[in-house]
């Protein structure tokens, strides 16, 4: 799978794409990525990729040249229209299922906004899933494209090194993760819980899905309830 992301800061996403996990996936080629800068694909000869909103208001807006340009030249490379997110704090909130569906794509655009947003006639063209990562408002979408790059690379096979580890774990049923615990089996006074030193793999399975359950019901009720398109 490859990842392109469109931006006027293409340093910041390479240093947190390429560096840890996801690092060690590019660099054994399970997956791809390449930071696309958008100011390259200006046509204005003094690099300018953003003018002022028609209608008046604070800001400035990036400008539909330019952005176009910088996604047709991933369209040219790969032959075809991909599957292309706009991070924004004005959509739908990021989940597990949707990192799991975007992990089925061979190639994925994230487009990053800057200053006031995009002209909308751009997005209009080359956007299929407009993505917020939380409902806050971010100086730009880098952060959350490198969330998004994150969240889908540990569910594209082989990135993570342990099968079970993407799977077994948060919000993989709506449920949160249950407390863990390694050595010493006492620090300062407390104790690890004694069914986790039973060697009884069943009784295990079972306080940990109590856990899980009565965690989830203290921290995040709504799970739930919520939707199975969320997972
Ligand atoms: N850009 C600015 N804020 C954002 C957010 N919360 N999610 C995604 N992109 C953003």
């Keep these: ?73 991933v369209v040219e490379k790969i032959g075809y229209k991909p599957r292309t997110v706009y991070l924004t704090p004005a959509a739908k909130v990021f989940s597990q299922g949707k990192a799991k569906e975007f992990a089925l794509e061979e190639n994925l655009v994230l487009l990053c906004g800057h200053y006031e947003g995009i002209d909308e006639r751009v997005l209009e063209k080359i956007v299929t899933d407009n993505v917020s990562i939380g409902d806050y408002v971010l100086t730009g979408g880098e952060l959350a494209a490198m969330v998004v790059v994150d969240a889908v690379s540990r569910m594209v096979p082989g990135v993570l090194t342990n099968a079970a580890s993407g799977k077994d774990e948060s919000f993989s049923e709506n449920l949160l993760e249950y407390p863990q615990y390694t050595r010493p089996e006492e620090w300062m006074g407390e104790k690890v819980p004694p069914i986790l030193l039973s060697g009884h793999h069943a009784n295990v399975e079972k306080w940990r899905r109590e856990q899980a359950i009565k965690r989830t019901m203290e921290r995040r009720p709504e799970l739930l309830k919520d939707n199975e398109d969320d997972r």
């Design 1 to 73: 799978m490859k990842f392109w992301v469109l931006t006027l800061f293409p340093e910041m996403v390479e240093n947190g794409v390429l560096t840890s996990i996801t690092g060690r996936a590019v660099e054994k080629g399970i997956i791809e990525f390449e930071a696309i800068n958008i100011r390259d694909y200006t046509n204005e000869k003094h690099g300018k990729v953003d003018d002022y909103p028609y209608g008046g208001g604070a800001g400035m807006l990036m400008q539909a040249q330019p952005v176009y340009d910088a996604y047709m030249s």
